[in-house]
């Protein structure tokens, strides 16, 4: 069985960071481009970051250039996300999920709200 | 970026009926393009992937055509299961867009 299982959401104020973790099974975590997509209240969903299987490559959605940090560690089969300078726009549901351009298993999400 | 706009933004249809969503992109993304659905509370699932092809496990009711701007994902005939929101995705540019949704509802 598939699992996405991450840790790390939570509340904190404007400025501040946070980390996002996120540990696979049930499948080949290093032959898979990972991401990060997530969903702010009642809202859409916005792709954020992606990362190459052996994290050569990455890219950022223009809002979070700068700020967001994707990382990987293939020997824990995990994935990161440092957040930097964080704001109250980036307050939402964040998904680890598998594949780098169309997003095939997904995590449960994790709740980062961002708010003084 | 490239921008997706679905239609309709709420589709109120019963079980058994067709439903017929629309996703149009603001400039071509090829066959580039993969159909979500999300359920409340739930991560999304993915449906149909390059346009047209149906994930593992997805029933044959749910179709998707379409290429260039134009896309289409029907849902032939209408389980109470389906009734959710639908996203679409392009990934035909470096920087991956969604659209903001269509939501089928039961009428």
């Known amino acids: 069985e598939v699992q996405l299982v991450g840790s790390g959401g939570g509340l904190v104020q404007p400025g501040e960071s946070l980390r996002l973790s996120c540990v696979a099974s049930?499948?080949?975590?290093?032959?898979?481009?990972m991401s990060w997509v997530r969903q702010a209240p009642g809202q859409g969903l916005e792709w954020v970051a992606n990362i190459k299987q052996d994290g050569s490559e990455k890219n950022y959605v223009d809002s979070v250039k700068g700020r967001f940090t994707i990382s990987r560690d293939n020997a824990k089969n995990s994935l990161y996300l440092q957040m930097d300078s964080l704001t109250a726009e980036d307050t939402a549901l964040y998904y680890c999920?598998?594949?780098?351009?169309?997003?095939?298993?997904w995590g449960q999400g994790m709740l980062v709200t961002v708010s003084s | 970026e490239i921008v997706l706009t679905q239609s309709p933004g709420t589709l109120s249809l019963s079980p058994g009926e067709r439903a017929t969503l629309s996703c149009r992109a603001s400039q071509s993304v090829s066959s580039n393009l993969v159909w979500y659905q999300q359920k409340p509370g739930q991560a999304p699932r993915l449906l149909i992937y390059d346009a047209s092809s149906r994930d593992t496990g997805i029933p044959d009711r749910f179709s998707g055509s379409g290429s260039g701007t134009d896309f289409t994902l029907t849902i032939s005939r209408l389980e109470p299961e389906d009734f959710a929101v639908y996203y679409c995705?392009?990934?035909?540019?470096?920087?991956?867009?969604f659209g903001q949704g269509t939501k089928v509802e039961i009428k």
């Open positions: 049930g499948f080949t975590f290093t032959t898979y481009w």
């Open positions: 995705q392009q990934y035909g540019s470096l920087s991956w867009t």
């Open positions: 999920v598998s594949g780098g351009f169309r997003f095939h298993y």
